[in-house]
């Protein structure tokens, strides 16, 4: 009876709490717009479908990692017959997307997935300037 | 209506509303409920003479007391912790053993089921807050396959596989188990089901998820596009679970705290407690009889309680 207060201020926190993605979207000014990527300049085309690397680029590399850590296998051979040699920084990197920041990292902070590709592998851009 | 767009948009926030709406009015409903009186069910002490020790928190008297009691009810699941199982042991002879399963079952999934729950914002929320992937890289931590597995996505599926199985398997379970339990069950498995294989089997375009969630939370909705029939299996079975969820035993998130057996303190001997709802009655006491007829009793010589 004396503890329609509680209850209503629990509902009311509870409401607030489930809704916060609404307004808080709403007062900072949230758009569905997605991350804005620096594209390659110059390549055209992905060593894979847009749509596969967008979904399974991780399977890629994984594979990628796979096959030339454990069997020394370090080229790679596309669907439309073009080879190249695997190496994050020296190829992927180096020669089509040019910027670890304005690539992979854009679309890996706005969905919040963390990589540990780095934790191994050197930004080209980076490894000038810092001893790590 | 394009079917994507009825599944993507109108039924999510169709959904919504009937979870808010139909929550809170669950809640109100409760709160309108009369509680004149102290009904906790306790198993420690009754607070009574000093001498005597009382279980503080198996049966609290005090606000700090109660808010405890539920604290470790509501996290740790305590009353469940108690369960027993009764077995007939050499013939007629009646044995309650300890039965922890079902607690650790109930407690793996509810768990799982938070941190699932709020490692979900990342979809929701631009920029990601920062426990948020604290608690991905906590769940993530072993790093084991691309993408990473979580914990929790194995914890949830053998706890909700276990929760099931008891139903089917346990024959005094099975005794008591109706159609909605099962389809709570359905419908959770359902959703972590499809969560897992899209994250770990069919994958999906994750950017495009969390688009398609922010159109949602900024009520600008666009139906996405190629993101896949795992993708809409997943959305519509949450659907459903939330606008079932008002309707079904899975109230109880917000009925546990409105239990009257757990959240009242055991001070009934210690303060009166009034039914703030009694009628006046009009009485008319022995001493007031007494002061009516004092000269006929008087006169009869009976006895008078005040000369």
Redesign the interface.
């Known amino acids: 009876?004396r503890?329609?207060g509680w209850?209503?201020s629990?509902?009311g926190l509870?409401?607030i709490l489930?809704?916060y993605?609404?307004w808080?979207?709403?007062r900072?000014g949230?758009?569905?717009?997605?991350?804005d990527l620096r594209r390659p300049a110059e390549a055209k085309q992905c060593v894979m479908p847009v749509?596969y690397m967008?979904?399974?680029h991780?399977?890629l590399?994984?594979s990628w990692r796979e096959n030339a850590v454990r069997d020394g296998v370090r080229t790679f051979q596309s669907a439309d017959g073009q080879t190249y040699n695997v190496s994050l920084s020296g190829t992927c990197i180096t020669q089509c997307h040019a910027s670890k920041e304005e690539f992979c990292d854009r679309?890996h902070?706005?969905?919040?997935?963390?990589n540990?590709c780095w934790d191994c592998h050197v930004d080209p851009r980076q490894a000038h300037g810092s001893a790590r | 209506m394009e079917l994507t767009s009825l599944i993507a948009v109108a039924i999510p926030y169709a959904a919504i509303a009937i979870f808010l709406i139909g929550f809170s009015y669950r809640i109100v409903r409760w709160s309108l409920s009369p509680v004149p009186f102290r009904i906790p069910t306790v198993c420690g002490q009754q607070k009574s003479l000093p001498w005597i020790k009382a279980g503080y928190l198996e049966s609290p008297w005090t606000r700090m007391g109660v808010v405890a009691r539920m604290a470790l009810e509501i996290l740790l699941f305590r009353s469940l912790f108690r369960n027993t199982r009764a077995e007939l042991r050499q013939g007629p002879k009646l044995s309650y053993l300890e039965s922890k399963f079902l607690w650790l079952g109930a407690l793996a999934f509810h768990w799982s089921f938070l941190v699932i729950l709020l490692r979900h914002l990342r979809f929701f929320l631009e920029p990601v807050p920062a426990f948020v992937g604290a608690i991905e890289a906590a769940d993530g931590f072993f790093q084991v396959s691309l993408p990473v597995l979580y914990l929790t996505d194995v914890v949830i599926l053998v706890a909700l596989g276990y929760l099931l199985a008891r139903r089917i398997w346990n024959a005094q379970a099975r005794y008591i188990s109706l159609p909605s339990d099962y389809l709570a069950l359905a419908l959770l498995i359902g959703l972590a089901g499809t969560g897992v294989i899209m994250r770990y089997f069919t994958r999906v375009d994750v950017i495009a998820a969390k688009q398609f969630a922010l159109g949602l939370a900024t009520f600008s909705p666009v139906a996405p596009e190629n993101l896949g029939v795992m993708f809409y299996a997943h959305l519509f079975t949450l659907s459903a679970l939330i606008a079932y969820l008002p309707f079904s035993k899975l109230v109880h998130m917000g009925g546990v705290f409105l239990s009257p057996t757990r959240n009242l303190a055991n001070d009934n001997r210690a303060r009166r407690h009034v039914n703030p709802w009694n009628y006046p009655v009009k009485v008319h006491t022995y001493q007031e009889w007494e002061d009516e007829f004092r000269e006929k009793i008087a006169a009869a010589g009976l006895p008078l309680e005040r000369q």
């Open positions: 009876m503890d329609r209850i209503y629990g509902l509870f409401l489930v809704t993605p609404f808080q979207n709403l900072a949230v758009t569905s717009k997605g991350p749509s967008r979904t399974s991780m399977d590399l994984a679309c902070n706005y969905a919040s997935v963390s540990y």
